[in-house]
């Protein structure tokens, strides 16, 4: 797992978003020091997610979002752009969900 370049911004996920490799990417991301740009979160390789993953996701939002800065998902599966979708209809308004991105 790698984390985003910090002259991009970019990172490209792992094939799984599970409660399993959520303690990972978090370990590795709190260590990461302060965001100083948005992110993309490049998805296309992701083939399974659960609450763990999801949850993982609006955490790092959140930094972003508290410091000034967004999150945007690019290169979204369809499944998982639908269960994303349907999460944002639940998120407040002044705290925009990740943008989702499906051509890059």
């Known amino acids: 797992m790698t984390l985003p370049d910090p002259a991009k911004g970019v990172w490209s996920a ?20 302060v965001p100083s740009r948005d992110w993309l979160f490049d998805l296309s390789n992701v083939n399974e997610i659960d609450s763990a993953g999801l949850q993982w996701l609006l955490a790092v939002r959140n930094r972003l979002f508290t410091d000034g800065y967004r999150l945007v998902f690019v290169n979204v599966p369809g499944a998982i752009a639908g269960i994303i979708k349907l999460i944002s209809l639940e ?3 002044c705290e925009p969900f990740p943008e989702l991105v499906t051509d890059v």
């Open 91 to 93: 998120i407040c308004q």
């Open 14 to 33: 792992p094939d799984a978003l599970t409660i399993y490799e959520v303690r990972k990417l978090e370990a590795s991301f709190s260590g990461s020091g």
